[in-house]
């Protein structure tokens, strides 16, 4: 593994950020829209025909959307090859509460290119870039056992309610990114227009 120099900081570390897996050059960077169809393809390999279509749907238009503050999204590259994907769009709650929160959705990495911590580098990525922005929270609607490797928690999800009622609530967790305190009372939020979409939930 290539060493980072001491001085690298911000997005500086997304354009030189490099990795060697079994002789591959692994390059992390931020989307762009031209990444459109080299997405879909790990998308269509990575989900089943009937998530796969939902999902790109929701890739495309989350790269179209323009938003205040900012959809953010990163793909992993092997030798030049989009491999993995990621999204954080922000969330917009319906109170003034003085929290600032993002929804990571969604997230895929090839099936030829698992077991080899992409999925890792993009959510600590994403979590590392959020929190310089001075982001409190992350959400995520997902699988607790891989995503509670990265610290969330279905008790810091508690507090935020989800536009549209979940198919598997035991999905909805969050993690801190600030020293932030959350209070107890829920507090019920909008998403971005690719997002509010009932079946995404």
């Known amino acids: 593994m290539q060493r980072l120099p001491a001085s690298a900081t911000g997005m500086a570390v997304i354009t030189i950020f490099r990795l060697i897996f079994s002789s591959n050059l692994m390059n992390l960077r931020l989307t762009q829209k031209t990444d459109l ?3 879909r393809k790990v998308i269509e390999t990575a989900f089943s ?3 796969d279509k939902v999902i790109v749907n929701l890739v495309a238009d989350l790269l179209s959307e323009t938003t205040t503050p900012p959809i953010k999204s990163l793909v992993t590259e092997i030798d030049g090859e989009v491999v993995g ?3 954080y769009s922000p ?3 319906h109170r003034d ?3 600032t929160g993002y929804i990571l959705a969604p997230l ?3 099936p030829y290119h698992r077991k080899k911590g992409l999925g890792s580098k993009l959510i600590d990525e994403g979590k590392r870039m959020l929190s310089e922005d001075g982001i409190d929270i992350l959400l995520v609607y997902g699988d607790p056992n891989y995503y509670g490797r990265f610290g969330f928690r279905k008790e810091t999800a508690h507090s935020f309610v989800p536009p549209y009622p979940l198919r ?3 999905g909805w967790l969050g993690v801190l990114l600030s020293d932030i305190v959350v209070g107890e009372i829920p507090m019920k939020f909008d998403c971005v227009t ?6 995404l939930w």
């Open 37 to 39: 169809d080299p997405i």
């Open 97 to 99: 509460a003085g929290i």
């Open 108 to 110: 895929a990495v090839s």
């Open 91 to 93: 969330i917009f709650s």
């Open 85 to 87: 994907y990621v999204s």
């Open 194 to 199: 690719s997002l509010h979409k009932p079946e």
């Open 49 to 51: 025909d009937e998530e």
């Open 168 to 170: 598997y609530p035991f």
